[in-house]
């Protein structure tokens, strides 16, 4: 299996240009999310989806739009794109029997850095 | 105050030190994650508990529900323990709500 897996992996983007982060999973698993690291901060976590076609707002989702048309597929849109999009994006999935999401073992793609300038 | 404090936030140790690194939470919560996170920046998750302790190799996770607290420990430490250990937590809100609230790690360097 290859797990997570995330592209691009760097990406520099101009104000207001606008572009798409991929993210697949290919273990099955019903719940993914996306996530941003900024240099000195904990994770926050972006959107996250329950199951295909189910997509639910975390913490910091202004300025971003996420879809769920497949388990697999997760891909986070970042329109007219700004400096404090400026981060590091994880996406991660995880598979949940129960309702209570966010207490099983989250497996995590290896991240995409984005610039905005 | 944030509500997931960890501590050191950085931590020099010699080559067979026994490491302890602190996460504490001021929410109530029904789950604690620990992850690393290597040099190169990817995430791996470590731990995920909700009472008591847990143990996989050299590394060894507890909790105590009641004082709001986690620890993580590595015994035996070795250069590549070197990594960014970061706790998270899983608000007892109930039902499916509720998300991951990040501490901003502990960044380990292990001497040889």
Known sequence: NAGVTQTPKFRILKIGQSMTLQCTQDMNHNYMYWYRQDPGMGLKLIYYSVGAGITDKGEVPNGYNVSRSTTEDFPLRLELAAPSQTSVYFCASSYTRLAGGFTDTQYFGPGTRLTVL | ?112
């Open chain 2, 1 to 112: 105050k944030n509500e997931v404090e960890q501590s050191p936030q950085n931590l020099t140790a010699q080559e067979g030190e026994f490491i302890t690194i602190n996460c504490s939470y001021s929410v109530g919560i029904s789950a604690l994650h620990w992850l690393q996170q290597h040099p190169g920046g990817g995430i791996v998750s470590l731990f995920m508990l909700s009472s008591g302790k847990k143990k996989h190799g050299r590394l060894i996770a507890t909790i105590n529900i009641q004082e709001k607290h986690s620890s993580l420990h590595i015994t035996a430490s070795h250069p590549r323990d070197s990594a960014v250990y970061i706790c998270a937590v899983r608000g007892d809100y109930g039902g499916s709500q509720g998300n991951l609230i990040f501490g901003k790690g502990t960044k380990l360097s292990v001497k040889p």
